[in-house]
């Protein structure tokens, strides 16, 4: 009797548990939870649409992909729970999306692509990182570490790097792009011959390329072709927090629902949380302009104008940013989810933002050309906001004075192009006409 009663109980609980852990995932139930599946050990299908690795590729013989390579299901090798239920017969679902020996090339060996890195190695996941210098490749498999990024963190075992690109992509059967956007036309362009032709790509650059206002969908298919399916990964990700294993929310989107999926089981465990999006266009638009915001927050600060001026700036340049994204379209519900305002606060109050601090430098009356020239990272957000005036000009649709509707990504690129100094362009900001707080409401089509 007690049995049955246990029984019972437990088929009364598992619907229960089911809709408790799809609604700590993202759109299509992409769970990202560790150890989330039940499905083990079994053979599924082999995956399909990859391009096959030849026969005669092989790594070098001091490369750690020598080492046995068992079918990789998930974050803990592990199938997935779908709320259908987990009944044997069930398809892989969002923990069971990779039905084969998951092996990542990750391009750029910055801060971010080398988190990213330990994440994929944290999974069990075997990773190469491509990097410019050969010198650096061997200090990073000697010594397990970068010399100038991340700290000097040790980093896992399960990554190596080469700075030749015919080895790089021998067998990686993803391919990470973690190149800063105004470089990357030229890096895909010198690895173009090694890359893969279908192989997928998930990017984690942001910005808006300088002279052809080309976002970074953009560059990707005109630079590696057409045959493959790409991904964007974004939302408040500081490198060194990640690297540290800190707890860390983002949004991948793709037109391709299966490359999703397959993205949070590469990426997702205990410590990195992702939610998935079809949007790419938002998620685009999110990552580029909130860089530029974060350069005006940094000059309110430097400025000493107060934690109300910065607040008012900050959601003032969240409309601005959902305005931009709306009219090219996207979604406003992507803009206020982790890759729109989740990314914003972080970048715009976080300590350790490029952005912010190249903002706060301005403020405080540093000349633009010593702050560039005495940094050795990249501040996406720089070459953004001379570029986002430029896209929303020519972009967007006509529209009278479009520096009155978007005054603070205006006001900042005025400031880097020299035109006026950082007080100057927050004073114009309190002087602007009064009218209704979101005057854009009708002014884009409904979303659908």
């Known amino acids: 009797m007690q049995a049955m009663l246990a029984s019972r109980q437990r088929g009364l609980l598992a619907p229960l548990l089911c809709v408790l852990l799809a609604l700590q995932g993202g759109e299509g139930f992409s769970l990202g939870l560790p150890g989330a599946g039940l499905r083990t050990g079994r053979a599924w299908p082999a995956h399909t649409g990859r391009s096959p690795t030849p026969a005669a590729s092989a790594p070098p013989r001091s490369s750690p992909l020598l080492a046995p390579r068992p079918a990789i299901r998930g974050a803990a090798g592990l199938g997935g729970l779908r709320m259908a239920g987990n009944l044997p017969s069930d398809p892989p679902g969002p923990r069971g999306a990779i039905t084969h020996a998951a092996r990542v090339t990750v391009m750029g060996g910055g801060n971010f692509g ?3 890195a330990t994440v994929l190695a944290s999974n069990k ?6 990097v410019r210098r050969q010198e650096v490749a ?11 990024y991340l700290n000097g963190m040790e980093l896992p075992k399960l990554i190596y790097a080469t700075a030749d690109g015919s080895e790089a992509f021998l067998d990686a059967t993803y391919i990470l792009h973690a190149v800063p956007t ?11 011959e090694h890359i893969p032709p279908t192989t997928s790509i998930i990017c ?5 390329e300088s002279g052809t206002l080309s976002l970074m969908k953009d560059i990707l298919v005109e630079e590696t072709g057409t045959m493959r399916e790409l991904a964007f990964l974004s939302g408040p990700s500081f490198a060194k927090e990640i690297a540290a294993g800190l707890a860390t929310a983002v949004t991948v989107a793709s037109a391709s629902e299966r490359l999703c999926d397959e993205t949070v089981e590469l990426f997702a465990n205990s410590n990195f949380k992702v939610f998935t999006s079809s949007d790419v266009m938002g998620v685009e638009i999110g990552g580029a302009v909130k860089n530029v915001i974060a350069i005006a927050a940094g ?8 934690t109300n001026a910065m607040s008012a700036l900050v959601t003032r340049g969240c409309l601005e940013m959902t305005m931009v994204a709306k009219a090219v379209g996207g979604k406003r519900s992507t803009l206020m989810g982790l890759s729109g305002v989740g990314d914003t606060f972080g970048t715009c109050f976080g300590p350790l933002s490029r952005n912010r601090q190249l903002g706060y430098r301005l403020g405080k009356g540093e000349k633009l050309d010593d702050i560039l020239g005495g940094s050795t990272e990249v501040a996406e957000g720089y070459a953004t906001s001379l570029s986002l005036v430029d896209y929303i000009d020519n972009k967007l649709p006509d529209s009278f004075r479009k520096d009155l509707k978007f005054p603070i990504l205006y006001g900042v690129a005025g ?3 020299g035109e006026i100094t950082p007080q100057d362009g927050m004073e114009a900001l309190m002087v602007l006409p009064i009218r209704s707080e979101v005057f854009d409401a ?3 089509p409904a979303e659908t």
């Open 114 to 116: 080398l988190c990213l």
């Open 125 to 130: 996941i075997p990773v190469t990182i491509l």
């Open 138 to 148: 061997d200090i990073l498999n000697k010594e397990h570490k970068h010399p100038n």
């Open 182 to 192: 105004q470089y990357s036309r030229e890096f895909l362009r010198n690895v173009a």
């Open 204 to 208: 984690v650059s942001k910005g808006i």
């Open 299 to 306: 000059m309110c600060e430097g400025l000493g104008l107060g």
């Open 415 to 417: 400031i880097l192009k």
């Open 442 to 444: 009708d002014m884009w």
